[in-house]
């Protein structure tokens, strides 16, 4: 990462975006300031019991940050270079894409430092539990709702559920989701996020005269998110993946690449470099190929101003969080390059998250296609929504599903009322 990349604080970036926002629905300072304070922070510090019979001592955090609109929603992060304003911006993005595609929930997030790549499964189950009871008084269905997110999956989340479970005398599947299906995961819910993506990414070529059929795409991190979106584009639309890239480099074939093929080979050989008929290309080079769609799927800071405008690309998807940085936001749409936001982009996650849980509160389950079925509709309904506004306000569309996003949260706020 460069060091223009690594020496942002997260947080002063989410709160530059609160008042960029609040400057254009012309928000009282009162206001402004609620926005921009976390509602509830816990630091915990919890012994863990190694491999070797020592005790190491974690830090954690859960950060909620707005609940106006619902119980709080957002991942836990597992991670050396965690930190509290890292997991408060996390927690303030949350908010407003749970937000942007209208699902009852505020936004939180959790992590804790730690270096997931160097512990036994053993250490990373009772780091797991010991964080989960920590947590516990202030997580739960109607309070709370835990999900993965970097280095954390599914077992993760069963260890949770299960740690909340023991301490309630009950089984409560609703506390977390993104669990296994056979706990009470909802169908669908690993490909949700470039599913929604892909769906958002058709909306928007419809708006820009953009036929995806032989449309060329280009995925930065073939991985959960960019390898989903890839297949679903490839075999539902007709889209041709041109360039990949992972942790060890990047591919390129102008004729197209089966994403299905390019997701074996990655299985065997740990990387997509290597694909047979492809040229290799660096990250560096993926993100300025030209193409008509770029999916930034790997991290976040990746279009800087420094090749924002070598980006050749007609639409850019964020199926990463936080990928762009605000100046580069600025130069891409002076260029006139479509972004599709992250809080809207990869909202599908969240979105079958939701479904999940409400699945788990009803104890009935949905089949895959009424899964993708009601995913669909959420995100072409977002993506209106946020089309609309950026045409009415003429701004981008980040800006767009922030004030669509920040709106529905002040009006919640306002309802509501100051307590007491
Ligand atoms: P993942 O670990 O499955 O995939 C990430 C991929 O990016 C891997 O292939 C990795 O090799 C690659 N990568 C890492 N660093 C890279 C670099 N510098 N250059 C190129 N490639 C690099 O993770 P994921 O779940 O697909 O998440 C990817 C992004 O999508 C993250 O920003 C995440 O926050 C976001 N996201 C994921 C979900 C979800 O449900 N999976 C939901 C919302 C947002």
Not at 111 to 127: A, F, N, T, V
Not at 206 to 222: E, R
Not at 307 to 323: C, H, R, S, T, W
Request: proline residues 6%; aromatic residues 8%.
């Amino acid at each position: 990462m460069s060091n223009e990349a690594t020496s942002v604080n997260p947080f002063e970036t989410a709160k530059q975006q609160v008042d960029i926002v609040a400057d254009l629905i012309g928000l009282d300072p009162g206001m402004r300031s609620v926005l921009k304070a976390p509602k509830r922070e816990l630091t915990v510090n919890f012994p863990v019991r190694m491999d070797d019979g020592s005790y190491r001592v974690y830090t954690g955090y859960r950060v909620q940050y707005n609940m106006a609109r619902g119980p709080t929603k957002g991942g836990i992060r597992y991670h050396p270079q965690v930190t509290l304003d890292e997991v408060r911006a996390l927690a303030a993005w949350m908010t407003w894409k749970c937000s942007v595609v209208n699902i009852p929930y505020g936004g939180a997030k959790g992590g804790i430092i730690c270096d997931p790549k160097h512990m036994s499964k053993g250490e990373l189950e009772r780091l797991t539990r010991r964080y989960a009871s920590e947590i516990g008084p202030i997580i739960g269905p109607e309070m709370d709702i835990p999900a993965p997110d970097v280095y954390t999956d599914s077992q993760t989340m069963a260890w949770i559920m299960d740690t909340y479970s023991m301490q309630k005398g009950y089984s409560v599947p609703g506390v977390v989701t993104g669990k296994p299906i056979s706990l009470g995961g909802s169908e669908g819910r690993g490909e949700a996020t470039g599913r929604g993506c892909a769906y958002v990414i058709r909306e928007a070529a419809k708006y820009s005269g953009l036929h995806m059929k032989g449309a060329t795409v280009a995925v930065q991190g073939f991985g959960n998110a960019g390898s989903v979106a890839s297949k679903i584009l490839f075999d539902e639309q007709g889209a041709k993946i041109i360039a990949a890239s992972d942790t060890k480099g990047g591919v390129l074939n102008p004729e197209g690449m089966n994403p299905h093929a390019l997701e074996d080979h990655k299985q065997k050989t740990g990387s997509v470099v290597g694909f047979p008929g492809a040229k290799p290309i660096t990250n560096e080079q993926l993100l300025e190929t030209p193409c008509d769609v770029l999916i930034p799927a790997a991290l976040e800071n990746q279009i800087t101003r420094k090749n924002a405008d070598k980006i050749q690309a007609k639409l850019v998807a964020e199926a990463a969080n936080g990928p762009t940085l605000p100046e580069a936001d600025k130069i891409l749409f002076e260029r006139g390059i479509t972004v599709l936001p992250d809080v809207l982009a990869n909202a599908g996650g969240v979105t079958v998250s939701y479904f999940e849980w409400a699945q788990d509160i009803q104890g009935f389950f949905w089949s895959l296609e009424e899964v993708n079925r009601r995913l669909e509709q959420v995100m072409v309904r977002s993506y209106e929504d946020v089309h609309r506004i950026a045409k009415e306000k003429k701004v981008h569309n980040r800006t767009a599903a922030y004030v669509l996003g920040v709106q529905r949260v002040v009006d919640a706020i306002r309802l509501r009322g100051i307590y007491p």
